[in-house]
């Protein structure tokens, strides 16, 4: 009896196993870990699309993610999406583009943080036939069947326009931007420079300065600038969290409105701070869309389908006068 007893336990606890691991295989889900976390493995049976974005910490990137959940329901595959704690951890990133070929997928979404560090794994996914889409920062690499992205240049020079506009076309000015390694941190930090040293002389540039795209980082940098120049007229901050850094330090010194502070992507506080008036505006992407496209374009590459080397996914400028319009709401976040 007690064999009999002992065989039902076992067999019962078996089974409860079994159910617990059984979740979550529904057509079109996207299973995300948190920030640093390993992805689960694919369901079989279906195309299998790992997303590596450059982190978790923005809102941006939680919008990217919406976006790709959407066309991963739509067009019924099974994606994952993460992404490092911070946006300064390329050696992250490039383990879980490393974890996520060994499950060997349908095709690849990912955006570099390093745009050449992750070389020798993209070519490990040609060799094995696994398609990699680039999102939002591109790689100087010609594997990536596309790029899925913000032009960054015009952006940014279009943020430039604006800042010179708003100071009355002279002053000095400085910037605070993500990243010096990524595409977008370069294309936006060149974009900017470029047009403001070829088209407004009278505009000096006195400071650049790299936060991470971290606003804690980003604060203290911007106060530095603003301590070593108080003739200061306007700071660009290039990405959410590099605008928020420099925000905080102008309203932390009381220089609203003294200082013209321009910023980048969209998200709750900078919403925020340009319905305020606080901050004069930004250049806002579509992220929904970016995760969108990247998603579509990875499912026609594993069909086999033609698919445009470059998907630009828009931008626009808002600020505290059109930031209630539609085609704005459509494209900013919260």
């Known amino acids: 009896m007690k064999k009999w007893t002992m065989l039902l336990a076992t067999t019962l606890l078996v089974a409860l196993t079994l159910s617990a691991c059984g979740g979550n295989k529904e057509s079109g889900s996207a299973a995300s870990p948190a920030a640093g976390g390993s992805a689960p493995a694919p369901s079989e049976g279906k195309l299998?699309?790992?997303?590596?974005?450059?982190?978790?910490?923005?809102?941006f990137w939680q919008a990217v993610k919406a976006g790709a959940e959407k066309a991963a329901t739509e067009l019924g595959v099974e994606i994952t999406f993460e992404g490092p704690e911070t946006e300064a951890q390329v050696d992250k990133q490039l383990?879980?583009?490393?974890?996520a070929l060994d499950k060997?997928?349908?095709?690849?979404?990912?955006?570099?943080l390093d745009s050449q560090a992750s070389g020798p794994y993209l070519e490990q996914a040609q060799s094995a036939g696994i398609p990699v889409v680039a999102f939002d920062s591109g790689v100087e690499s010609p594997i990536p069947v596309t790029t899925?992205?913000?032009?960054?240049?015009?952006?940014?020079?279009?943020?430039?326009?604006?800042?010179?506009?708003l100071i009355g076309n002279e002053g000095e000015i400085a910037m605070i931007v993500h990243d010096q390694t990524s595409r977008t941190g370069v294309d936006r930090r060149d974009g900017f420079k470029?047009?403001?040293?070829?088209?407004h002389p009278n505009i000096k540039i006195v400071d650049i300065q790299y936060g991470g795209g971290d606003h804690l980082k980003s604060t203290d940098l911007a106060k530095a600038i603003i301590q070593a120049h108080p003739n200061l007229k306007g700071i660009f901050g290039s990405n959410e969290g590099s605008a928020i850094g420099v925000f905080n330090a102008v309203t932390e010194l009381a220089l609203d409105g003294k200082i013209t502070v321009i910023g980048f992507d969209s998200g709750?506080?900078?919403?925020?701070?340009?319905?305020?008036?606080?901050?004069?505006?930004?250049?806002?992407?579509?992220?929904?869309?970016?995760?969108?496209?990247?998603?579509?374009?990875?499912?026609?590459?594993?069909k086999g389908e033609k698919v445009d080397p470059i998907i630009d996914t828009g931008f626009f400028w808002y600020d505290q006068s059109n930031i209630d319009n539609e085609e704005i709401q459509a494209a900013i976040y919260e």
Not at 48 to 59: L, V
Not at 104 to 112: E, L, R, V, W, Y
């Open 104 to 112: 060997k997928p349908s095709a690849i979404g990912f955006a570099a």
């Open 48 to 59: 299998y699309i790992p997303i590596i974005s450059k982190g978790f910490q923005h809102q």
């Open 194 to 199: 470029n047009e403001i040293e070829s088209n």
């Open 95 to 99: 383990e879980m583009l490393q974890a």
């Open 268 to 302: 709750k506080q900078q919403i925020d701070a340009i319905k305020s008036g606080k901050m004069a505006g930004a250049i806002t992407q579509n992220p929904v869309g970016i995760g969108y496209e990247t998603v579509k374009a990875a499912v026609a590459a594993v």
């Open 148 to 165: 899925a992205s913000t032009n960054n240049m015009a952006a940014s020079t279009l943020a430039a326009k604006k800042m010179a506009e």
